[in-house]
């Protein structure tokens, strides 16, 4: 094996600046629970490893000015979990992240290398969809913004320009009565892959859902906002008519393989069912809320 | 034997491996390391199935750092013509799995292997070796391979006087089905298949070997049986028995499938043209796609019952994978299907198929959970069919000492009736069941067992404390049972006795750790030599007292004289006998080497709860016992091990195991991710319903216990499905999608 350079700069400046120097030779290293792993196994081959867990913008997690957060890119799912207040606002992006993996996994693995990892299935990836949370990406030539729904170019691959590094999720401020939940269907009840994952978002008054969002993973080639369950439910009392035209449309917006893990036929039923249940969740909290 | 007696005997001990394991000081194959060593690759085929026209190793040898190069032309030949058995093994078929030969008969079957100074360098030399193949159409499924065009995967295979893939069969008869089949009220046929499945050991294969100029070799391996890795290694490199010295490392868990070898001879090899000691470590992507799992099947069982439940007649044909070459565990499918069941009139057949697959490999009763899915789930519907319970339908039939069963023996005392007796009265089994999508079905299960060579030493140290060797790796805690009974017999502490497993040219030749033979043969020898050495202690005590052995008793862990002596001399230690040996005669110890026989099988009922969670296909396993007659439980963490491990299998097994193949021929989930054993979460508490009817042919009554736990489990999670949803579904594994495509295609049906 060819040596291997580490770096494990202090600042987002430095990181930028030594990233675009190694040039395409070099990643991102966060929680390297995907990268360490695909390393060993001979499908990337680096030459030089960035590791972004010592920068200060990548591993905070704050209380925005308008009462939404900020949560850094590289921060491990154990760390999140700890934070007193963001699971109580964000339970279903917080249960996401804490699904990935194991305890061990848990103490490094982050919704940045969940989500730059680039799989359909990455278990965070579709509450950060639902919830209408946005990356804050640093390069070359900048800082830009994108929704989380536009970071994934297909499988594998991001939207991220050659030398981008991502920095954080800011989520926003939340109305009383909003709240979301994050399921997946996997075969197992740990330690697997999800075949289908569905996470919503919304807000609820008087009993009426007034704002939604559901993100649909691992039944296309990227994590999905599905548009038409979400106005499917929105002005409605969540009533069985409107749930399961909402299903119905989270059945139709599949656009899944036959694969190992699934038949067309089961991802594109399930999809549906895991709505539902989804949703009755994150009902469930937002009337508590 | 005297319960009330027993010490150590049914007590549990501490394990003396245990604190090395959790502390990580074990050493295990992969752990070793020598000075100069070099590391081994194999290069493997990219095809299912080409005729190998020519291996060009140049350019891997031209590399720096590689040290060696070597493909099948480096080992002994042996001609497709001219059986080499070795066990239930034959040489012509492991030397081809080991390398290919003539042709590659799977996708990752091994063609050369280089050895060099790091593992990247042998894997870049690997990838320079050149081979030409003939590409050839290829046959995975059973169906595949018996189809009338067929590619056929050895010319030298005949079958009903044509080329075939069916290697081989086996019949067993008894009565004649067809007149009992003419008895019966209820006659219930249905056919099945099963997926192959890893025995999925956490560790996988691996070697170091070191092979001197004048031939004589090391080997440190994981291994079930260091006596066949000599053996083995010595048929394929023609290099003497005697000259090769195979060490048992720690092993993490075989099952089955660490009875045959693929690196060691290579290694040797190796290290012969290297001049280095050589290591090798499989990945868990070879272990997939290149050791054996078990057979896939498919089969086809009838039954016939009178409507008192008398069942008649019993019927199977069983066609079982073999992968790549010959030797599929059809015996056990064939042999133990019927053998719970006294049943006048049986016919069972079974069919070796080759395709282009791993090569199977002993898993757990080979075979046996394959012939007992099928006539389990017959037999539920039959119960079903007769409105009786299905576990009174099985101790209704239960075979029991007189049983003539098909395979050949007639049974001695066994204890088949009192699983299914303990069963029916178990709390689980009256406990009602409270979900709507909640089911419970009961499967049983036999083995065989085994016997077989074994050899023990028992040594008294110079402090005396003792020290017993024997000849078998500890997979499923041999070691603590061992020391617990020459404890019982010697009449000492526990911790006085150290179990040691010898290395080839320590102890003398022990058949390797399968068949659930390993506490039954060595409890055997090493009862033998501890009676030797107890005698030899009176003898020194007669001695130092000056009168006659015969009037010398062992008792407590002393020697004390009786009768008009009694009250003359103080009894005498161990530790006082041992610190006067030397005056008394010399070392203390005894050794003894047998062919053990009267293993006689073992018979398991099982108990299983299932939810099934009807919208996304999920089968969630809720409650689960196994009860089992185990003859006598030495050690009894030790049997709930054996038990627990058995039915977290046969869950695995029914549930989601299984071998994906790409249209490619090759396996799309060569890992632990997609080939998805159970996990701790998955599973309930694995409860055990010890059953203890002493094996009447044994000193301390021991029933192999391995193999049975494994045997019913499949059906009895299969049959718990129907009993929650209503479906008998007959293909393994109900894995979410097919268990949701029954649901869907049922509600389909109920609709129209
Ligand atoms: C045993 C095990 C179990 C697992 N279980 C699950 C599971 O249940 N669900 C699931 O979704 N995943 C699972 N994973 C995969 C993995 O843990 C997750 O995807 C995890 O979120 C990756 O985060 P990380 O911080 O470790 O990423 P890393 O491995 O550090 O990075 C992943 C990729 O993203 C890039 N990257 C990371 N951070 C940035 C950044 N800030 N900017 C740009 N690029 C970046 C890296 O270069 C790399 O290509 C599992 C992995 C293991 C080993």
Redesign the interface.
Known sequence: ?SDIRYLAPQTLDDAVAQYAAAAGAARILAGGTDLLVQMR?GLKKPSTIVDVKKIPELTAIEETADGGFRVGAAVAGAVLEEHPTFGKVWPGVLEGLNLIGSTQIQGRASMGGNLCNGSPAGDSVPALVAAGAVATIAGPDGTRELKVEDVPAGPGKTNLKPGEILVSFTFPARPKGSSDAYLR?I???????A?VGVGVSLTLENGTCTAARVGLGAVAPTVLLVHGAAEAIIGTKLDDAAIEKAAAACSAACNPID?????I??RT??AG??FKRTLAIAAERAGRA | MNDQSHKWIGKRTIRPDGADKVTGRAAYAADATMPGMVWGKVLRSPHPHAVIKSIDTSKAEALPGVKAVATAADFVDFPVDTPVPLGIQDMRWMSRNMLAKEKVLFHGHPIAAVAAT?E?IAAEACALIEVDYDVLPFAIEIDDALAKDAPILHDFIEFEGRKSNIAGTLEHKLGDVEAGFAEADVIVERSFTTKPVHQGYIETHACVVSVAPDDRTTIWSSSQGQFMVRAMTAYLTGIPQSHIKAIPAEIGGGFGGKTIVYLEPVATILSKKSGRPVKMVMTR?EVMRATGPTSGSKSTVKIGAKKDGTIVAGQGTFYLQAGCLPGSPIRGAAGCAFAPYDIKNVHSFGYDVVSNRSKVAAYRAPGAPIGAFAVECVLDEVAEKLGMDPLKLRLKNAAKEGTKAAHGPTFPRIGYAETVEEALNSTHYKTPLTGKYQGRGVASGFWFNAGGESSAQVNITEDGNVVVTTGHPDIGGSRASIANITAELLGIDYDQVSVQIGDTATIGYSNLTGGSRVLFASAMVVTESTEQVIEQLKGRAAKIWGIDPSQVVWENGEARPMGEHSANFPSMSLEELAAKANATGGPIGAGSQSNTVGAEGGFATHVCDVEVDV????V?VIRYTCFQDVGRAIHPSYVEGQLQGGMAQGIGWA??EEY?YDKNGRV??PGF??Y?M??C??LPMLDCGIIEIPNPKHPQGVRGVGEVPLVPGPAAVRNAVYDALGIRIDDLPL???SV??AI?ANSRQAAE
């Open positions: 094996m196994s269907m075969p197992r009840t740990e330690m697997d892959i075949v694969d190992k893990r699934g038949t036929a089961y039923k399930v069912v895991l | 790091s990247e992507e919208d996304l296909g999920i969630r549930l989601n994906i799309d989930n991710l997609d998805r159970p996990v979460s998955d894995s979410p999608p949701l495509a869907d």
